[in-house]
């Protein structure tokens, strides 16, 4: 896989999906649990996704339950959570595996791309960012303590960077 665009995903209603619909936008990929301390970024992200999602940038939520069984909902509870808790409007998908053998394709390679600190690949926490220019490419692994207002200059320079 070179690029974001040649993954599929499930979406959170158990649908297949082609990330190349998002081709040309920028992308923060987030692995997300509803039960975390880190749970509040919802509404930061929401607010990255209302501000800029016209100037084609989209947040991809994938919910995660391998860190402290922090996300241990189905879908539909996933769903409802993030709609009336934090008014998500960002995509969200179904609950994948961010780690280990059954790490989805998506995070093997996202992490191959970017390593953590130290050189890392494993996905620490919930709450994980990854920001992917419009040419489909990793620009930025984030940690779970960076709060997605602080990756707002980073967001808009990739929003710039290839119009």
């Given at each position: ?13 158990g ?32 607010e990255?996704?209302?501000?800029l ?33 934090y ?38 926490w ?23 207002a ?5 967001i ?8």
């Open positions: 896989m070179t690029n974001i665009y040649d993954f599929s995903v499930t979406d959170i209603r649908h297949a999906r082609s990330l190349e619909a998002y081709r040309g936008q920028v992308l923060l990929v987030v692995n997300v649990a509803s039960k975390c301390g880190f749970t509040p970024q919802y509404a930061g992200l929401e990255l996704q209302r501000e999602g016209a100037d084609g940038f989209s947040v991809l939520g994938f919910p995660c339950d391998q860190f402290g069984h922090q996300e241990p909902g189905d879908e539909s509870q996933i769903q409802q959570f993030c709609s009336t808790q008014g998500v409007t960002f995509p969200m998908h179904a609950k994948i595996e961010v780690n280990g053998p059954n790490a989805h394709p998506l995070y093997r390679w996202l992490k191959g791309e970017k390593p953590g600190v130290l050189g890392t690949e494993a996905i620490k919930n709450f994980t960012k990854f920001l992917v220019g419009r040419d489909g490419q990793v620009i930025k692994r984030y940690a779970p303590t960076d709060k997605p602080s990756l707002r200059s980073d808009l320079a990739a929003c710039k960077a290839a119009e």
